[in-house]
């Protein structure tokens, strides 16, 4: 299965819940229970590489990456949420971790999706070593939550990512036939973008 094949599945997948609650909305709903306002959400994010700022030698492999975040989430009120999260980020070729810690707020602006939503979050990444990257993190995009039961439930989300990766060694290879000079030239900063698509279940 080809790349844009892949993200057309997981395009229709995220907008379908959009397109069910329109129809229901057709239909009369009863409330049968009172709403939770504190819910914690697990969601799993492809990250699909758009660009970076640096140029990178990666043997024609894209850009890609994987994203599980646990988040915290309270409604201030039925239209408007916000919360506190924590990451596990993978992002390939070239190769990057990173441990993003973030706020999230979110907003229904639709009265007749009131599941669906616009959200941003904003971290930056912690645990910084040899195998961890700290940086700016920067999330943009829509979602929708389908509640089942008054906690349990699917989100869907689908946007854009910003993450800059800081503090990255750098060096020079100088190679001939009898050795190789490595030099280092001190650390770089990179920004990568990304379209980011998400699926992940609501406690």
């Not at 758009?50 to 043997?59: C, D, I, Q, S, V």
Request: some cysteine; charged content about 20%.
């Amino acid at each position: 299965m080809t790349n844009h094949v892949r993200i057309r599945y997981i395009f229709t997948a995220i907008l379908f819940p959009f397109i069910w609650e329109n129809v229901e909305a057709k239909e009369p709903q009863k409330v049968t229970q009172s709403e939770t306002k504190f819910h914690v959400t697990l969601d799993y994010h492809y990250n699909f590489g758009l660009a970076t700022k640096e140029k990178w030698w990666n043997n024609g492999e894209r850009l890609g990456g994987h994203s599980l975040h646990l988040t915290a989430l309270y409604n201030i009120t039925p239209r408007i949420a916000t919360g506190i999260g924590i990451g596990a980020d993978r992002y390939t070729h070239p190769d990057f971790n990173t441990i993003p810690i973030y706020g999230t707020f979110r907003y229904s602006p639709i009265t007749k999706i009131p599941k669906g939503y616009l959200y941003t979050n904003l971290g930056y990444g912690c645990f910084a070593n040899e195998a961890i990257s700290s940086g700016w993190m920067w999330d943009l995009g829509i979602g929708y939550t389908k509640m089942f039961r008054k906690h349990f439930g699917l989100n869907f989300q689908i946007g854009y990512n910003l993450k800059e990766f800081a503090d990255i060694p750098s060096y020079r290879y100088d190679i001939d036939s009898e050795n190789t000079v490595i030099t280092y030239l001190g650390k770089v900063k990179d920004l990568r973008h990304s379209l980011s698509f998400g699926i992940g279940m609501v406690f």
